[in-house]
């Protein structure tokens, strides 16, 4: 009886750890892939940044090229009215 007892003791501490063994396991993975998600979000975000920084790049530019073409304007209506006095 007393062996039989020991034997089931010895079953219930190994499943006992086995069943932590696991628990701790699946806890990494968890947090491996909390790590993923992290690094996916970080990357997501720089990509963002990234785009914004190039829209605001583009409408600089789309703002410059406005503003070049507005004098270039003037300049030739400018010149346009020169000519006409001049004649």
């Given at each position: 009886?007393i062996i039989?007892?020991?034997?089931?003791m010895?079953?219930m501490?190994?499943?006992?750890i086995?069943?932590?063994?696991?628990?701790?396991r699946?806890?990494?993975r968890r947090?491996?892939?909390?790590?993923?998600?992290?690094?996916?979000?970080?990357?997501m975000m720089?990509?963002?940044m990234?785009?914004?920084?190039m829209?605001?790049?583009?409408?600089?530019?789309m703002?410059?090229m406005?503003?070049?073409?507005?004098?270039m304007k003037?300049v030739?209506?400018?010149?346009?009215?020169?000519m006409?006095s001049?004649?």
């Amino acid at each position: 009886m007393i062996i039989q007892k020991k034997k089931k003791m010895m079953m219930m501490i190994m499943t006992m750890i086995m069943r932590r063994r696991r628990k701790m396991r699946r806890r990494r993975r968890r947090r491996r892939k909390r790590m993923m998600m992290m690094m996916m979000m970080m990357m997501m975000m720089m990509m963002m940044m990234m785009m914004m920084m190039m829209m605001m790049m583009m409408m600089m530019m789309m703002m410059m090229m406005m503003m070049i073409t507005m004098i270039m304007k003037q300049v030739r209506e400018v010149q346009l009215e020169r000519m006409s006095s001049q004649l």
